[in-house]
Nanobody, 115 residues
Framework: QVQLVESGGGLVQPGGSLRLSCTAS????????MGWYHQAPGKQRELVAT???????NYADSVKGRFTISRDNAKKTVSLQMSSLKPEDTAVYYC?????????WGQGTQVTVSS
C-alpha cells in the first residue's frame, strides 16, 4: 500500500520561507515522477511543481523563481523549498505521485502566509 506523508507546514509571514517534505512508502521510488499540488479554500487543486526521477523539475508560473522542488531517491523523499511567500500561497499542500491510472496523494499540510 502506497503512503505519502507530508510535514513542514505552518504559519509564516509574507516574504518568509518554509520547507515541506514528503516521505513515500513505495517499493521502488525511482520509477515515479513526484509532485506537489496546493488547494486554496474554495478553489480547485492546482499543480505547484513536479520532478522526474532524474531530477528535472517543472513549476507553475506562479511559483517560478520562488519555490524549489528536490528529491532524495535514497531516502524516498521529495521536498519543496518555498521562499518569498505571499498571502496567495496560503493553501493545503499535497504531495502526489501523479499517474494516469490513478494518482496517489498525501493527507496534505496547511501553509498559511499572513502577518
Amino acid at each position: 500500500q502506497v503512503q505519502l506523508v507530508e510535514s513542514g507546514g505552518g504559519l509564516v509571514q509574507p516574504g518568509g520561507s518554509l520547507r515541506l517534505s514528503c516521505t513515500a512508502s513505495v517499493p521502488i521510488f525511482t520509477i515515479y515522477i513526484m509532485g506537489w499540488y496546493h488547494q486554496a479554500p474554495g478553489k480547485q487543486r492546482e499543480l505547484v511543481a513536479t520532478i522526474t526521477p532524474g531530477g528535472t523539475a517543472n513549476y507553475a508560473d506562479s511559483v517560478k523563481g520562488r519555490f524549489t522542488i528536490s528529491r532524495d531517491n535514497a531516502k524516498k523523499t521529495v521536498s519543496l523549498q518555498m521562499s518569498s511567500l505571499k498571502p496567495e500561497d496560503t493553501a493545503v499542500y499535497y504531495c502526489t505521485i501523479p499517474r494516469t491510472t490513478g494518482s496517489y496523494w498525501g493527507q496534505g499540510t496547511q501553509v498559511t502566509v499572513s502577518s
